[in-house]
Structures are given as structure tokens and as C-alpha cells.
């Protein structure tokens, strides 16, 4: 039986699952087997502090942070030069050191160009520490397919305007499945070679 996440409010019905972890790593556990894709992409950001740009959230440390600069909503653009499937986000999100920086409310949309975009999941949280999933599907596939997603933070924290994001990973599926990994040959000829590594 699962227990309720405490830091979850409400979640879009779109949202498969959503979960506040604590992350002294940087790959949350429950993205294990899936591929961060966060540097094939282009990132463009809506606003930041001098200092606190899109390089803070991309390092891999939990130390530094991206801060917003201007009034909500803020956004984090991501693109891909192809068309790509993403499985999951993940935000790395500490309320106890950022208070009223701490985004509340995060819409994911993704589509072709910015004219496309549609909103593929949205999340409300409460106090959140650590990593914050956000396992995206479609309603037709278990991934959306998108050449763009975008983040918006529409909310923080004690009605907070600037917002703090300590890092952002993008999750595609894996391309190597069990089954590629351990072949079921039907021929006793091939399946001699069936261990060999």
C-alpha cells in the first residue's frame, strides 16, 4: 500500500505520480532506468538575478539556485533540436532554505514552438524538500513527444514573487529494455551465444 505524499495538495489527473524525496543524490531513485536529456536541450530563461542564471540550474549542486527576476508567471523554456519523447521532471526544490522563493504551483506544457504548446501536466505542493517527480504521459502513450517543453512557475510559497529552483532534470525513456538485454533465442545455434559479454 502506498502512502499519500504529505507535500502533494492537488495534482492534475494528468500527472501520474508526484513525490518529494530527499535527494542527496542527484538522480532521484525513482528515475533510475530513465535517460536526463537536459543537455541536448536549449535552455532559455524568463528572467534571473545577476549571478543566479540558467548555469545554476544545470550544474548538479544542490547549493546553488536559479532566481527569477520580474513578476510571475516565470518560465524555463527547454528545446530540442528533434522531436523527443520525455517521460518525467524533476525539480529540486528546498522550502526550508528558500521560504517564499519556493514554487507552490508548476505547469509542464510541451508542444512544437511556443503558438503549440499545451499543458501536459500541473502540480500544486506543499513545504516541498527535495526532488519533486513529475512522471508526464500523454493519455494515448506513457511520454509526449514535443519538440519544446515549458516549465511555469504560476505560484510560490506565502505568495512569494521571485522563485528559487536548485536544479531541473528531463527524463526520456530508456532505449535499451530488458528483453534487448537479454535476448530470447528460439535457435539452439544463437542461443550458444545467449551469455557472452
Known sequence: MEVPNPNIINHDDRVMSVSAVDANTLVPSSMRGLRDIGSQATWWLSSCKPGFGI???RDSSLETYWQSDGPQPHFIDIKFRRKTAIKAMCFYVDYRQDESYTPSRISIRAGNT????????KVEVFEPVGWVNIEIDSGKEDCVRAFMIQVAILS?????RDTH???VK??????TTPSELNPNFTSHILAQFRDIK
Open 165 to 167: 529552483l536548485r536544479q
Open 114 to 121: 511556443k503558438l503549440d504548446l499545451v499543458e501536459v501536466a
Open 55 to 57: 548555469d545554476h540550474l
Open 156 to 160: 510560490n510559497h506565502q505568495n512569494g
Open 170 to 175: 528531463v527524463f526520456t525513456p530508456s532505449n
